[in-house]
């Protein structure tokens, strides 16, 4: 699975989804046309010795307007309410209940720790848990616009009947919608259908009116009966299309599950409990949202089934099945140590690793997943502990963000104790003095785990904590690019405003100078003088997305923290395979030395994560030791 290719091809789809839906239009048009004229038609024939007239130009002008406006305006509405809501939207709208990040609830717990280590394994943000209390069968969902708002879904039917191994291969399919940018091509389905099915509403409606009318009834009635009729046939094509869409999504995903926990019994397990238990959504507005589920939410017959029979499912995962080797998998997880504490230099082929690095992005395998839960299972349980509380949670962003410079980590605990007091600072420092020790490779995870639970606080209480976090990256008057990287990953979470900031379309030429920029301060990481950094420059411009010639001068004027945010934003809205040249370009600026520490493999995790490219851990770093002074470029 090529992250690049699976998102460039859910674009495709949705501009297909685009054309469809513009062809069903034009069809509804015609037909509601064709019943007003007929409709007239007969009115004026019962009044006057005249035949009725099939075309009429301003008939069809209004009647396209109309209907057409309705049914786009309807689509839009239910599109943009659902993509402004996030995933949490229709998660409430099925009847789930947000799962609190401290829950003490022993399948809750169990469900948190299966999402938290397939998030960290991807490199995506973590995302909100529901349960579906009310279903009792087998099934789940991811749903969301970005992965920054998205969340995962289970039935209390899956929580209960599924062991740990089956509930991963089934929360590892929902990643894998996820990775492939499926659940924005899903919302656009359900606005879809929604436009076509309010004219059927209109329709039921236009007859109800038409009983209580003496004069004129017939000719509405036979409209509305038109409307109604055509609504339907839309709605009916409108799930062929969406059934078309999801059937082969869904095989891709039980695929990716496969890949990313090497366990095909566990997936194939949960099939097989559907198989016997079934997978059944019963809330009203369950059918509107069917492509979106693990398994298929009611009973359709093949030709609309929004996913492939489960014996077929079944069959294709069987045949691959090896008992060792999920064997040696189970026992690589319970056994594998985590990262060491170190971050040594470790040498390696330059354009290699710049070209791994991208092939690693929406890549997580099954080590990823087993190095994951190592790592987890390794945090102390005072830490684990902290980062699922809210006050605890605050306090690890805050460890995250300290200096190693006593007298700068003393400016920042004394503000830190002014804006949030003696506990919170020597808590933070309990913390910090932990992550000195373990070092770099456990900051992202940290970070991931802490984001959702600070989500889950009120919009007074996020503020705050955003405040405290500006006030402690700006403390020593020069803000590191991973403190830069982190605080925007974290303003994008707590922060509504920050999320109504999008990059938008950029001229070719200010694309090319935002990429020189971003290259150049890249370029300082990790080089000990001006000529390894103009090497390093030249290096990575040589890969980059657009042709030069390049002026490393063009990009070495300093950065203010807004002005940075402005170019990853830019950068970060361009389409997957530009991206995809630029994050080998950003990795080749980094590692051109041919040395890399953990701490400079992070931040190259963290500016991926910035331009929307999840990169899962970089194993081959994970256990190098750490240096005293990480360099992670200045702002």
Same mark, same amino acid.
């Given at each position: 699975m090529d992250f690049f290719a699976a998102q460039d091809l859910a674009r495709r789809n949705s501009?297909?989804?685009?054309?469809?839906?513009?062809?069903?239009?034009?069809?509804?048009?015609? @037909?509601?046309?064709?019943?007003?004229?007929?409709?007239?038609?007969?009115?004026?024939s019962a009044t006057a010795d005249a035949r009725p007239v099939l075309w009429d130009p301003q008939l069809f002008a209004v009647t396209a307007?109309?209907?057409?406006?309705?049914?786009?305006?309807?689509?839009?509405?239910?599109?943009?309410?659902?993509?402004?809501?996030?995933?949490?939207?229709?998660?409430?709208?099925?009847?789930?209940?947000?799962?609190?990040?401290?829950?003490?609830?022993?399948l809750e717990r169990r469900l948190i720790n299966v999402v938290d280590e397939m998030a960290i394994? @991807?490199?995506?943000?973590?995302?909100?848990?529901?349960?579906?209390?009310?279903?009792?069968?087998?099934?789940? $969902?991811?749903?969301?616009?970005? &992965?920054?708002?998205?969340?995962?879904?289970?039935?209390?039917?899956?929580?209960?009947?599924?062991?740990?191994?089956?509930?991963?291969?089934?929360?590892?399919?929902?990643?894998?919608?996820?990775?492939?940018?499926?659940?924005? %091509?899903?919302?656009?389905?359900?606005?879809?259908?929604?436009?076509?099915?309010?004219?059927?509403?209109?329709?039921?409606?236009?007859?109800?009116?038409?009983?209580?009318?003496?004069?004129?009834?017939?000719?509405?009635?036979?409209?509305?009966?038109?409307?109604?009729?055509?609504?339907?046939?839309?709605?009916?094509?409108?799930?062929?299309?969406?059934?078309?869409?999801?059937?082969?999504?869904?095989?891709?995903?039980d695929a990716a599950a496969v890949q990313f926990t090497r366990n095909p019994d566990g997936i194939a397990g949960a099939l097989k409990r559907i198989a016997g238990i079934g997978s059944t959504i019963r809330h009203p507005r369950a059918e509107e949202a069917s492509h979106m589920f693990f398994g298929s939410g009611g009973a359709a017959s093949r030709l609309f089934a929004t996913h492939p029979p489960i014996a077929e499912r079944i069959r294709r995962l069987d045949p691959a099945f090896d008992p060792a080797l999920a064997e040696a998998s189970r026992a690589r997880s319970a056994a594998a140590p985590a990262a060491d504490a170190a971050d040594t230099t470790t040498?390696?082929?330059?354009?290699?690793?710049?070209?791994?690095?991208?092939?690693?992005?929406?890549?997580?395998?099954?080590?990823?997943?087993?190095?994951?839960?190592?790592l987890l299972e390794r945090l102390p349980p005072w830490i684990a502990d902290a980062v699922h509380q809210a006050g605890g949670a605050r306090e690890v962003v805050f460890a995250l963000l300290l200096a190693r410079d006593t007298a700068v980590r003393e400016r920042q605990l004394a503000e830190l104790e002014k804006r949030s007091g003696t506990m919170a600072r020597a808590t933070t420092e309990r913390v910090a003095d932990w992550l000195r020790e373990?070092?770099?490779?456990?900051?992202?995870? %940290?970070?991931?785990?802490?984001?959702?639970?600070?989500?889950?606080? &009120?919009?007074?209480?996020?503020?705050?904590?955003?405040?405290?976090?500006?006030?402690?990256?700006?403390?020593?008057?020069?803000t590191s690019? $991973? *403190?830069?990287?982190?605080?925007?990953?974290?303003?994008?979470?707590?922060?509504?405003?920050?999320?109504?900031?999008?990059?938008?379309?950029?001229?070719?030429?200010?694309?090319?100078?935002?990429?020189?920029?971003?290259?150049?301060?890249?370029?300082?990481?990790?080089?000990?003088?001006?000529?390894?950094?103009?090497?390093? $420059?030249?290096?990575?411009?040589?890969?980059?997305?657009? *042709?030069?010639?390049?002026d490393i001068s063009a990009g070495t004027a300093r950065l203010d923290a807004r002005e940075l945010d402005r170019i990853l934003a830019e950068l970060g809205a361009t389409r997957p395979p530009f991206r995809k040249k630029l994050i080998e370009a950003c990795a080749t600026a980094v590692l051109t030395d041919a040395q890399v520490t953990a701490a400079e493999a992070e931040l190259l995790r963290a500016i991926a994560k910035a331009l929307d490219c999840p990169v899962p851990p970089q194993l081959r770093y994970a256990s190098a030791a750490a240096p005293a002074h990480p360099a992670d470029g200045r702002l």
């Open positions: 501009r297909r989804l685009v054309g469809w839906f513009a062809l069903a239009v034009i069809g509804i048009v015609a @037909s509601v046309y064709l019943a007003l004229a007929i409709g007239l038609g007969l009115g004026a307007l109309v209907v057409g406006s309705f049914i786009l305006l309807a689509s839009l509405f239910k599109t943009l309410s659902l993509a402004r809501g996030g995933g949490a939207t229709i998660a409430r709208e099925l009847g789930g209940r947000l799962v609190a990040r401290a829950s003490n609830d022993p394994a @991807s490199g995506v943000p973590v995302p909100a848990v529901y349960v579906l209390d009310a279903e009792q069968g087998i099934n789940a $969902f991811a749903a969301g616009a970005r &992965s920054t708002d998205g969340v995962v879904a289970v039935t209390r039917g899956a929580l209960e009947q599924l062991s740990r191994d089956e509930l991963q291969g089934v929360i590892a399919h929902e990643f894998s919608h996820i990775l492939n940018g499926d659940m924005r %091509l899903n919302l656009r389905l359900i606005g879809v259908l929604h436009g076509i099915l309010l004219l059927t509403l209109a329709g039921r409606v236009l007859m109800r009116s038409a009983r209580g009318s003496d004069r004129g009834a017939a000719p509405m009635i036979l409209v509305g009966i038109a409307l109604v009729v055509v609504g339907y046939i839309g709605v009916l094509f409108g799930k062929l299309i969406k059934a078309a869409v999801s059937r082969q999504r869904e095989y891709l995903a040498a390696l082929d330059a354009g290699a690793a710049a070209a791994g690095f991208a092939a690693s992005v929406g890549e997580p395998r099954a080590e990823h997943v087993a190095y994951t839960h190592a373990a070092g770099p490779v456990y900051r992202l995870p %940290l970070l991931d785990l802490a984001t959702p639970t600070l989500a889950e606080l &009120s919009d007074e209480a996020r503020a705050q904590v955003v405040a405290t976090v500006d006030a402690l990256v700006v403390a020593d008057g020069r690019l $991973f *403190e830069f990287v982190l605080r925007r990953l974290l303003h994008h979470v707590l922060d509504p405003a920050a999320q109504r900031h999008g990059g938008g379309t950029s001229s070719p030429a200010r694309l090319k100078q935002n990429i020189a920029r971003l290259l150049a301060l890249l370029s300082q990481v990790g080089s000990g003088s001006k000529e390894a950094g103009r090497a390093a $420059f030249e290096a990575a411009t040589a890969i980059a997305p657009i *042709e030069g010639p390049w």
